[in-house]
């Protein structure tokens, strides 16, 4: 089984040193007759800058984007609970701190 990580501090770390970092995020989806399907994507995690912005993203579509210039009250855990909210989980460029099995969750 393929491992990935869920340390958010260290995400964000390689992020604000300029890493580009593939991650999956999980989203529910629901059909016409009410069925709830949970689905898996593979994205980019990045920050931009000006205004700085956390972003996390494929094909046009956000999952968890911050911009923490904009908001008042952010924190970093703030922005660690949308990211655990998402099932984010991602990539280390250092295999040693990918230590959680690769799975969807159950929403």
Known sequence: MYKASEDYPRLKELLDSGERI?????????????TQYICRDIAEARRF???TQY???VRGHGYGSVY???FHNY??????KLWAYDHLQFIDPDPDRNNVELKLIEK
Do not use: M
Request: charged residues 30%; proline residues 7%.
């Open 55 to 57: 972003s996390i993203g």
């Open 22 to 34: 593939v991650c999956y995020v999980d989203y529910k989806i629901e059909l016409s007759d009410g």
């Open 68 to 70: 923490p210039d904009w």
């Open 49 to 51: 800058e000006n205004p």
């Open 75 to 80: 924190s970093e855990e703030a922005l660690y």
